[in-house]
Each structure stands twice: as structure tokens, then as C-alpha cells.
């Protein structure tokens, strides 16, 4: 128990040099990049979204994933796609999604998962700032020596409010519905349980008023609302809902998930972020979007049209 606490202690003073701002209630923007769909336009989508939201005014740009489903897992395109994104003017952050790693096979077809996540994490997550002109101090996971595998799930403050990456594929959390085959899943998911806990724990103690979360699969969306879910098959995300919404009771604050998951359903409502009580997510379409951070709104958050720049009302 004593350990515990100490590592704790660590992993909190570490994060004090990504608090940047920490007392700053200004308004501010982030863009978030949609995750790529077609493989024929993937790197100009992901170039043209770079030079539009570096020619914006914003703290930061998220990019949701660095290849299409259906693109090579080499390390010729990775590299590619790293160097693309060093490019940017913006400091930018890369949130995982399944399609850079869970489906990528070698020559026989054999689905060899883990050790294209792990290439992808010697790649593009273990700096200790973000990518592009405007770095950004980032706080990793793979800080604690007991998940040091997982520099994917990071985290940074600006203002008062907690930004963070987290491992969730949209593919039912990368679970197998195969005996013997969810090594992976388990890991992945004690790695993201602690994650979460640390960075509400971090929160509360910093007395942020937001939160912000991305990734890859939509946690919020229960299993009879995915139309990727079949009968008989484990739903991945339940327990990490479970705990994201025991932790939003808990929190004075509002929680902002930011996913791509296709499976779910587009918000039709003018406000484009869909609300229950302090828990917001928002389904990121391509090409990218731009979200305004301002304390003086009631929900916090306010989505822009990148084109029209139009915010969108309640």
C-alpha cells in the first residue's frame, strides 16, 4: 500500500510541468482531426487538415489515428506519417484508433496486433512533448515502471481543463470473442483502468473544470446501440463505462469524450455534442473540427464549424 501511494505521488509530481496555464480562464480553441476512412486520400486529407488548422488560432490538434483501415502497417507509411505530422505549425498529438494496429497481419494473414501497436509506439509515443512547432509537455502512462508498455495514453493541461489520450479501439475494444485470445484486452484494460483513475484523482486535486477524452471507440455507446454488435459476443466497453460515469458523479466539472467511432450514430441535435447530465460525447467526422473551450459557457465546451466557423448552438 505504501508503494502504491509513493508511485502515486511520482506520477502526480511529474505532471505539474504540463500544467501550463493552470490559473488562465481565457477562452481557447483545439481542432480534433477525423480518423481516415478511404485509403486513396488518407495523407492528402491528413495534409490539407494539418494546413487548415495551422492557419487557425489554437492551443492544439489532436489527430484521431494516422492510417486507413485498409492501408499498408509498414514502417515506410509510418514514418511517412510521422514526419507529416512534425510538419505542422500546431503542436499535435496522435490518439490511437484500430485501424493503425488491430487489423494488421503479415504475409500468411495471421493477425500480429501487439507487435505493430508496440512498432507504432517506438514511432510516435515516447517524446516527452508532442509533435509539430508548438510543443506541448506531455505526461504518459508509460511514466509508471508497471505500464511502461503504454506511452500511448497520455495526458496535458491548459487553462483549467485536463486533456488525455486513451487506447480504446472502436472495434469492441479490440475484444476476441475466442477463448485464450484477449491477453491483449486484459492488459490493455488494467493499463486503461489505472489511467483513468489518476487522471480523475489528478483532476480533482488540481480542481480542474473540465475534461477532456479521446479515442478511437465511442465508451458511452452500450452494446443494443452499436450496429457492430452481434448477440453472444462480450461487450468491451462495459466496464470503462462503467467507470468513466461512476467518476462523472463524483466530479463538479463536465467530461468531454471525443471518439470516431463509426458504429455509432451521428448526433442530430444543432449543439452537436450529445449531453447526459455532466457526460458529453462528441462523434469526430472527417475532415476535422474545431471546439472552443470557454468558461463562460454552462457546458463549457462549444463546437465550431471548421469551414463556416459558425458555433453551434444549444
Not at 144 to 156: I, L, V
Not at 166 to 187: C, K, Q, T
Not at 240 to 263: C, M, P, T
Request: charged share 25%; proline share 4%; with cysteine.
Amino acid at each position: 500500500m505504501k508503494n502504491s501511494v509513493s508511485q502515486l505521488l511520482i506520477c502526480l509530481a511529474l505532471a505539474y510541468p504540463a500544467f501550463a496555464h493552470a490559473t488562465d480562464a481565457t477562452p481557447f480553441s483545439f481542432g480534433v482531426i477525423a480518423k481516415p476512412v478511404q485509403s486513396a486520400n488518407s495523407e492528402t486529407t491528413l495534409r490539407e487538415s494539418i494546413e487548415e488548422s495551422d492557419a487557425d488560432n489554437l492551443a492544439f490538434v489532436v489527430v484521431s489515428g494516422i492510417k486507413a483501415e485498409n492501408e499498408a502497417c509498414s514502417d515506410a507509411l509510418y514514418k511517412e506519417r510521422r514526419s507529416l505530422l512534425d510538419s505542422a505549425k500546431n503542436g499535435v498529438i496522435v490518439s490511437i484508433t484500430g485501424n493503425d494496429w488491430t487489423r494488421c497481419g503479415n504475409t500468411k494473414n495471421r493477425i500480429t496486433a501487439t507487435e505493430h501497436m508496440n512498432r507504432i509506439r517506438d514511432l510516435f509515443f515516447t517524446d516527452e512533448f508532442s509533435f509539430g512547432d508548438s510543443k506541448l509537455p506531455l505526461v504518459r502512462q508509460s511514466m509508471m515502471p508497471q505500464f511502461r508498455s503504454y506511452g500511448e495514453n497520455m495526458r496535458w493541461r491548459i487553462g483549467d481543463v485536463m486533456f488525455a489520450t486513451i487506447n480504446l479501439p472502436a472495434n469492441n475494444n479490440n475484444y476476441l470473442n475466442a477463448a485464450g485470445r484477449n491477453s491483449e484486452f486484459e492488459d490493455r484494460q488494467t493499463a486503461n483502468s489505472d489511467w483513468l483513475k489518476r487522471l480523475f484523482l489528478t483532476a480533482k486535486i488540481s480542481k480542474v473544470d473540465g475534461i477532456v477524452l479521446f479515442c478511437d471507440g465511442n465508451p458511452l455507446l452500450k452494446a443494443e446501440h452499436s450496429s457492430m454488435f452481434s448477440s453472444g459476443k462480450r461487450e468491451g466497453f462495459a466496464d470503462i463505462r462503467r467507470q468513466i460515469l461512476a467518476f462523472g458523479e463524483k466530479f463538479h466539472g463536465k467530461i468531454l469524450i471525443v471518439h470516431s467511432d463509426q458504429n455509432s450514430r451521428p448526433v442530430t441535435s444543432p449543439k452537436g455534442i450529445d449531453w447526459h447530465g455532466n457526460v458529453g460525447a462528441l462523434r469526430v467526422d472527417p475532415p476535422w473540427r474545431k471546439i472552443v473551450v470557454n468558461p463562460a459557457l454552462p457546458e463549457l465546451f462549444a463546437l465550431v464549424n471548421p469551414i463556416t466557423t459558425q458555433t453551434t448552438r444549444r
